[in-house]
């Protein structure tokens, strides 16, 4: 319990003294945000550490299916699932390296993404750049369906329900702990919960409330580092817990 209150308070420290230098040195910390600078690229890194330690636990794991007659027990699919999803997360974050190798996009994807490049969360259909500048523009109101289609409305929906709703359930719910445990699927610790809603809450406040006016999409980038780090946490989290059961 000790190791995970530190966890949380150092974590939740992290967090909340770069969203403040961020804030107070507006200027200051221009060149570490924005498209390739350091926030950015270490949450692709990050991203793809969550994803290689989830391929590890994948690895490492059996479900334990006693009546499927499989021998050795079947890998635990869903901690193939985790790795796969962060490691397209890697892989968007960067553009799957167009800027760095410097290759072209297919002329379809040049005309369809927002910022000419290769990547699935920058689609205008998927992204409305109106909305990423703080906040609308005057006498505008967003339709349903545009947040629907957003990919930041799939992420929240994704980490809110892994992370939140799925412990919660968990923990309150005899017969949901049960299906959960048939199924094998990884539950992460409720402090993992709270540090991505702290991360969200950090993002999203000022941004409804319009505390900090000059927000801008380099805010949102802080916010999605943070909640790699928090992934890359979680399977760590999960990694320690499949060496365990080996020893065993």
């Known amino acids: 319990m000790k190791k995970e209150i530190f966890k949380i308070t150092l974590i939740t420290l992290i967090v909340l003294s770069g969203y403040a230098v961020t804030v107070l ?7 570490f945000r924005g498209e390739d600078h350091l926030i950015e690229n270490l949450g692709a890194i990050l991203f793809f ?11 490492l794991s059996s479900r334990g299916d006693m009546d499927t007659g499989n021998f050795p027990p079947k890998r635990n699919r869903y901690y193939l699932f985790l790795a796969i999803l962060f490691f397209i997360g890697c892989g968007e974050e960067i553009s799957w390296g167009q800027r760095i190798f410097g290759w072209n996009s297919p002329k379809i994807v040049h005309e369809l993404n927002r910022q000419r490049e290769t990547n699935f969360h920058n689609i205008r259909l998927f992204n409305d750049s109106r909305y990423r500048r703080g906040k609308p523009l005057e006498n505008e109101r967003r339709t349903v369906l545009s947040i629907m289609l957003d990919v930041d409305t799939w992420f929240f929906s994704f980490w809110f329900s892994f992370c939140v709703i799925l412990p919660l359930v968990n923990r309150y719910s005899l017969r949901a702990n049960g299906k959960i445990s048939k199924w094998g699927m990884p539950v992460p610790p409720l402090w993992i919960g709270v540090l991505m809603l702290v991360n969200f809450s950090m993002y999203a406040v000022p941004h409804l409330l319009n505390l900090f006016p000059r927000m801008d999409n380099s805010f949102n980038e802080l916010r999605e580092s943070y909640d790699a780090l928090i992934f890359a946490v979680l399977a760590h989290h999960e990694l320690k817990k499949q060496l365990l059961l080996k020893k065993s």
């Open 25 to 31: 040195l507006w200027e200051e910390t221009h060149s």
């Open 49 to 59: 550490v969550a994803a290689l330690l989830f391929f590890v636990c994948y690895r």
